[in-house]
């Protein structure tokens, strides 16, 4: 720690080794192809990304196709007949065509459009149509091209390293043990996808620090946070780990109810923007949630590095992707979960959690296109930090490390 320069005041609780983080980061030389290109060689073919969620594929043979923009790639994610979980490249090992053309689906076999030949859910070439014209041909050297697979918590993730350097629990450090089954209980209550002309740091970066949260959300998000103890909306835990970094939000105890918001979570449990009452300690309630057992809590955020953003309530989280098509252009995908529903009062308070979601979200990506933009000018190189931005510090050091690391 002794590195790292003197903290101001403010009600934050640190945690971790601030010595390598940064307050001036240079985002132009991050949207230069050429440096885009070594991130995804040094980046995302070394990390474990989450693709999807065990909750998609519960029985054998259930698959899901999933793209992965960085590397390029369409993966089909499978429950095996074993019901372990795998990832492979949707290619035909005979001449290359998209195996799987559907998003999902239940299957034993997956049979290839072009020619029919057939690969099993365990990956397997299984069928070969008119195969004594392949004089020689070894079937074994032609089952679908596997990804490293892990499963943590309801997370597949995969990694498209030859030998991956880390494990999945040794990438994930702090939280592996943290979560137990707490994403278990909830259903799927809202998914969107959407494609901005901003490069992927850019866009990361307006979901890991509140210090927006008092200015852009202003309209939808007056006082959920906040408060006379805590005007500036500092986040009362924020912790950098080895890879990653999460920080907790406060609610504002002074929060008014609006009408509709009484009406929406009158008769099924609250989800953001209000909260439950929440101090310190809750029985039941895993290390990883509400890390630093605040009081008032909120929600937690957490950036898995490189691209993913989770934000979890006590009642509900959030999936976030951030993914790279290139250097100046990000797929976001954005998938909520709620606790299962079991009436109409719970389905409306699902409702409007999803709406009023949705409008914070159209408020955070407003800002992307035009940073981007203001960046391709070449006339500012650098942005500076807050240490209320500190994960965004994190991201970078992170990222930087892994660039030097492969250069
Ligand atoms: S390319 Fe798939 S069977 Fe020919
Ligand atoms: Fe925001």
């Given at each position: 720690?002794?590195n790292?320069?003197e903290?101001?005041p403010?009600i934050?609780?640190f945690?971790?080794?601030?010595?390598?983080?940064k307050?001036?980061?240079?985002?132009l030389?991050?949207?230069?192809?050429g440096y885009?290109?070594s991130?995804v060689?040094?980046?995302?073919?070394q990390s474990w990304l989450?693709?999807?969620?065990?909750k998609?594929?519960?029985k054998k043979?259930?698959?899901?196709?999933?793209?992965v923009p960085p590397l390029?790639?369409?993966l089909?994610?499978?429950?095996?007949?074993d019901?372990?979980v795998?990832?492979f490249y949707?290619?035909c090992?005979?001449r290359?065509?998209?195996l799987e053309?559907d998003?999902r689906?239940?299957?034993?076999v997956?049979?290839?459009?072009?020619?029919?030949?057939?690969?099993n859910t365990?990956?397997?070439?299984t069928?070969?149509?008119?195969?004594p014209?392949?004089?020689?041909l070894?079937?074994l050297?032609?089952d679908?091209?596997?990804?490293?697979?892990?499963?943590?918590?309801?997370f597949?993730?995969?990694n498209f390293?030859?030998?991956?350097?880390h494990?999945?629990?040794?990438?994930?450090g702090?939280m592996h043990?943290?979560?137990?089954g707490f994403?278990?209980?909830?259903e799927?209550?809202?998914?969107w996808?959407?494609?901005?002309?901003?490069?992927?740091?850019?866009t990361i970066?307006?979901?890991?620090?509140?210090?927006?949260?008092?200015?852009l959300?202003r309209?939808t998000?007056?006082?959920?946070?906040?408060?006379?103890d805590?005007?500036?909306?500092?986040r009362?835990?924020l912790?950098?780990?080895?890879h990653h970094?999460r920080?907790?939000?406060?609610a504002?105890p002074?929060h008014?109810?609006?009408p509709v918001?009484?009406?929406?979570?009158g008769?099924?449990?609250?989800?953001?923007?209000?909260?439950?009452q929440i101090?310190?300690d809750?029985p039941?309630f895993?290390?990883?949630?509400?890390?630093g057992r605040v009081?008032n809590?909120?929600?937690d955020?957490t950036?898995?590095?490189p691209c993913?953003?989770?934000?979890?309530?006590a009642?509900?989280h959030?999936c976030m992707?951030f993914?790279?098509?290139d250097?100046?252009r990000?797929l976001?995908?954005?998938i909520d979960y709620?606790?299962?529903?079991?009436?109409?009062?719970d389905?409306?308070?699902?409702?409007y959690?999803r709406v009023r979601n949705?409008?914070v979200?159209r408020?955070d990506?407003s800002?992307m296109?035009?940073i981007h933009?203001s960046l391709k000018?070449?006339?500012?190189s650098?942005?500076v930090?807050s240490?209320?931005?500190?994960?965004?510090q994190k991201h970078?050091?992170?990222?930087?490390?892994?660039?030097?690391?492969g250069?």
């Open positions: 720690m002794s790292a320069p903290l101001a403010s934050t609780v945690k971790g080794d601030r010595s390598k983080l307050s001036k980061v240079n985002l030389e991050r949207i230069q192809p885009y290109q991130e060689d040094n980046i995302y073919r989450p693709v999807t969620s065990t998609e594929i519960p043979g259930d698959f899901i196709v999933v793209d390029k790639a369409s089909i994610v499978v429950r095996g007949q019901n372990q795998r990832a949707n290619i090992r005979h290359a065509n998209k053309l998003e689906g239940n299957k034993r997956f049979t290839c459009p072009f020619h029919a030949w057939s690969f365990e990956g397997k070439l069928g070969v149509t008119d195969e014209q392949f004089p020689g070894n079937r050297e032609h679908l091209i596997p990804v490293h697979t892990e499963v943590w918590e309801t597949v993730f995969v390293a030859k030998a991956p350097k494990s999945l629990a040794q990438w994930l702090e043990g943290g979560y137990q994403f278990d209980d909830r799927q209550i809202a998914h996808s959407i494609e901005v002309n901003a490069n992927w740091h850019v970066n307006a979901f890991t620090e509140g210090y927006h949260s008092l200015f959300h309209a998000l007056p006082d959920y946070q906040g408060g006379k805590n005007p500036m909306r500092h009362p835990y912790e950098v780990m080895e970094g920080y907790s939000a406060k504002n002074d008014h109810m609006t918001e009484k009406l929406a979570f008769a099924g449990r609250p989800l953001y923007p209000a909260f439950p101090d310190t809750v039941g895993p290390t990883s949630v509400n890390p009081s809590w909120a929600f955020i950036e898995l590095f993913f953003v989770l934000i979890n309530g009642n509900w959030q992707w993914w790279p098509i250097e100046n990000t976001i995908r954005v709620a606790y299962k529903a079991q009436g109409l009062g389905r409306l308070a699902h409702a959690f949705r409008e979200f408020e990506i800002t296109e035009a933009a000018t070449g006339v500012m650098h942005v930090l240490q209320q931005e500190m994960l965004l970078y050091s992170v990222a930087a490390e892994m660039v030097e690391a250069a």
